[in-house]
């Protein structure tokens, strides 16, 4: 079983540069997020998909755009790479009430 | 707005140890409360899940507890092993979108 899968495992990115993260889940869930892991901080909710077609802001939104391509897709991009965004990214998805957590994307801003 | 502690941040016990690892909010207003558990560089993997409504929930050697009211909720585990070893993590969810807000942590290392 496949369930929540994250693209890339890892990056490297130069500041103000931009990039995609991919995410797709095979559990056929409504419900999909982004999260960011930090050390100290804990996980924090980046952006948030109730159904296709809809997207909010979670906690920490400011730097990143998400896009719910279809049921199965969530990206989050990041136009202009910062340093600040040097993270632990999770995607996850679920149903009303358990949620269901990808490998995540080690992202380093340079 | 929500806040979920965890105490104690770290914990080192010798293997065949029962222990409870904690975890408290400050709204009692939750539509559930999930355990999960994060080896290093990995993501996370749901332990369980307790319903507002329920009081516990079991899985093999795992035990959660709920006591809304108090806000609290313990994670028992029984006969500890040294491939429980890992970080655990405890994560409410206050509204039907399914957002959760997640504690900070217990990171359990047990000893041979």
């Known amino acids: 079983n496949a369930g929540v899968t994250q693209t890339p495992k890892f990056q490297v990115l130069k500041t103000g540069q931009s990039m995609t993260l991919q995410c797709a889940q095979d559990m056929n869930h409504n419900s999909m997020y982004w999260y960011r892991q930090d050390p100290g901080m804990g996980l924090r909710l980046i952006y948030y998909?109730?159904?296709?077609?809809?997207?909010d802001k979670g906690e920490v939104p400011n730097g990143y755009n998400v896009s719910r391509l279809n049921k199965r897709e969530f990206s989050l991009r990041l136009e202009s790479a910062a340093p600040s965004q040097t993270s632990v990214y999770f995607c996850a998805s679920g149903r009303n009430t358990e949620a269901f957590f990808g490998q995540g994307t080690r992202l380093t801003v340079v | 707005k929500q806040e979920v502690t965890q105490i104690p941040a770290a914990l080192s016990v010798p293997e065949g140890e029962n222990l409870v690892l904690n975890c408290s909010f400050t709204d009692s207003a939750i539509y559930n409360l999930q355990w999960f558990r994060q080896d290093p560089g990995k993501g996370l993997t749901s332990l369980l899940l307790?319903?507002?409504?329920?009081r516990e929930q079991t899985s093999g050697r795992l035990n959660a507890s709920l006591d809304k009211s108090s806000g609290r909720s313990t994670l028992y585990i029984a006969a500890s092993q040294p491939g429980d070893s890992a970080t655990y993590l405890c994560a409410v969810q206050g509204g039907s979108q399914g957002n959760l807000i997640f504690g900070k942590g217990t990171k359990l290392s047990v000893k041979p």
């Open positions: 307790i319903q507002s409504s329920q």
């Open positions: 998909s109730a159904s296709e077609g809809t997207t």
